[in-house]
Every structure is written in C-alpha cells, then in structure tokens.
C-alpha cells in the first residue's frame, strides 16, 4: 500500500513540475517578457526532442541504424501543410494526417528494409530519406525546390510542448511494456529472441512505424511554426544532427536523448552565425565522447524522482 501511495506521490510531484514549467513559459510569453529569439530556441528545442526521442526508439531501444528520419519529418510536414494551407482543415487534422502519413511511410519502408541488418539497413533508410527529398521537389504541386510558404503559425508554446510531453509518455509507456521488453531482447540479441518465439521483425517494423508517426508530428509543428518548408531543410544532414543527439545522449536513454537534443539545440543557436564551427564542434564533442564515454552521457539510465531522491539523500 506504501508503494503505491509513493508512486501516486511521484507522479503528482511531476505532473506538477511539467505544469509549472508550462505555465511559466506561457506567462513570459504572453506577457512579452520572452524574446523573439529565446521563443525560437524553445520550439526548436521541442520539436528536437520529439525527433530524438522517436529515433531513440529505433537506434536506441531496437538497435536499428536508420538514417532516414528527416525523411519522416519531411513527409509530417508537408502532408500538414497541404491539410491547412491547401485543403483549409483544422490543425488538429492535419497534425494527424502527418502521424498517419509519416508511419504509414514507416511501414512501407521498413517492411521490406528491417531484414537487413548494419550497414545496410543503414543504406537503405539513407536512400528512402534522399527518394522522398528528390520526390518533392519534383511535385509541381507543392512548388517543387521553392516549398511551401506563408504557411498559418499554428504551432503555439501548448502545441509544441504537448506534442514533447505525449511523444516522451507513449515511447517511455511503449518501452516500459511487455512490446518494449520484446523490442529491447532484440536489440540484445535477436538470434536469442528469435529462438524465443520473439516475431522480430513484427516488433522492428512497429518500433519503426511509432518512431516514423512521431517524426511526422515534429514535422507538423516544424512546418506551422517556421512558416515555410523547403525539400533541401530535410536533407541528410537533417537526419544526421537527429543522429547525434540520440548517440551523444546515450543509446537506449530517453532521458539522454532529451539532454542531448536541448544542448545541441542550444548550441545551434548560439552558433547559428558560424555553422562551419558548429560542424567542427559537432565532430570534436563526438570524438572525446567516443573516447572517454562511448556509451553516451546517460548509457541505458533515466532520470527519475527517485534518482534525485538518491542524490539528496546521499547529500545529506
């Protein structure tokens, strides 16, 4: 009875927490107190964590290289704008169309693809992210290379951090569950699994869907908050910085990978007027992490309540 009036008390204390968070930010914002440049840094900071934590899934939990994901994102992004600029739906509707859209291209491309393994798995998902680059901008109906502009701002501060906070609730619920036990065996040792009864290519395909789906939510609040989406912004390099932030916070971590993306995010943009030494930074930061941790800042740990429990009371 004790541990469940414990676990109810934790997660009212971070109910709280995220409450309280929100309700400053939507304060400063509203009172014209955040600038224009820290209300940017806060999507982006946002929408990097829906990017991360949904990759995280698939490199992360799964073990599958994918490098494709800003090839999800694009597809989220453009079906959203098409639902409100074009056909004049509700956001709401076109947020789930890109979830829809992006796993249904999840689904597509890894049915055939997650019964590769390494290297060329890797290879394909880089190919399915440069085919749908290459795509659009050969559709002369959403401009082709010239994107879609003067798209509705629609993706406010609850917009952006709900869609952070539901996409870390079902990944960390997903990973906590008997499908997240079966999805991380395979990440183990998938031969052992197998050998287990373990469908694993059912369970890759299904992590690949949900990361795919939450990529196509990123890519919505992407397109409605920047105004405008061109085919070049999901190139590779797009899916390499989405990369890097699951790598630097640590394979297997949710936890690290939202780390991860509110630093690099940061860095960005305190580097934005020198992306030549962003790069640069980028590779060293990488290198001294695959010396001295190569595991990443956080491993296969989270944080929690009781971590910092364990911190205080050890304080103490």
């Known amino acids: 009875m004790q541990k469940v009036n414990n676990k109810w008390i934790k997660l009212g204390v971070e109910i ?15 009172a014209g107190l955040l600038k224009q440049y820290y209300q940017i840094s806060l999507a982006s900071m946002c929408i990097n964590v829906i990017l991360a934590v949904s990759l995280s899934l698939i490199n ?35 947020i789930l169309a890109a979830c829809l859209g992006a796993g249904l291209a999840g689904f597509i491309i890894g049915v055939p693809t997650l019964r590769l393994k390494g290297d060329y798995l890797a290879i394909a998902t880089l190919a399915f992210g440069e085919i749908i680059r290459v795509v659009l901008q050969n559709i002369d109906y959403v401009n082709g290379p010239a994107g879609i502009m003067g798209i509705s701002k629609l993706s406010t501060w609850p917009w952006l951090y709900g869609g952070a906070i539901i996409t870390i609730v079902v990944i960390v619920n997903l990973v906590n569950s008997s499908y997240g036990r079966a999805i991380i065996s395979i ?17 890759k395909v299904l992590a690949f869907v949900v990361g795919a789906a939450f990529a196509g939510l990123a890519g919505a609040l992407y ?3 920047f105004y405008i989406i061109k085919p070049e912004t999901f190139n590779f390099l797009k899916s390499f910085d989405i990369l890097v932030m699951v790598v630097l916070g640590g394979l297997g971590s949710t ?3 939202i780390i991860a993306a509110v630093f690099v995010t940061a860095l960005t943009a305190a580097l934005q007027s020198f992306p030549a030494i962003r790069m640069v930074l980028y590779a060293l930061i990488l290198i001294i992490m ?15 309540m009781k971590t910092f429990g364990r911190i205080w009371g050890g304080r103490n």
Not at 76 to 91: R, S
Request: glycine share 12%; charged share 10%; aromatic share 10%.
């Open 255 to 257: 936890t690290g990978a």
């Open 223 to 225: 397109a409605h908050y």
């Open 60 to 94: 992360g939990f799964t073990g599958q290289l994918s490098l494709g994901h800003a090839g999800f994102m694009a597809v989220g992004a453009y079906i959203a704008a098409i639902m409100t600029n074009m056909l004049d739906l509700p956001f709401i509707i076109g």
């Open 16 to 30: 709280l927490l995220l409450a309280a968070l929100f309700t400053l930010v939507q304060y400063l914002i509203t």
């Open 290 to 304: 695959m010396i001295y941790r190569p595991q990443g800042l956080m491993g296969n740990k989270e944080l929690s």
């Open 187 to 203: 990440r183990e040792d998938e031969i052992a699994s197998e050998l287990m009864g373990i469908n694993t290519t059912k369970y």
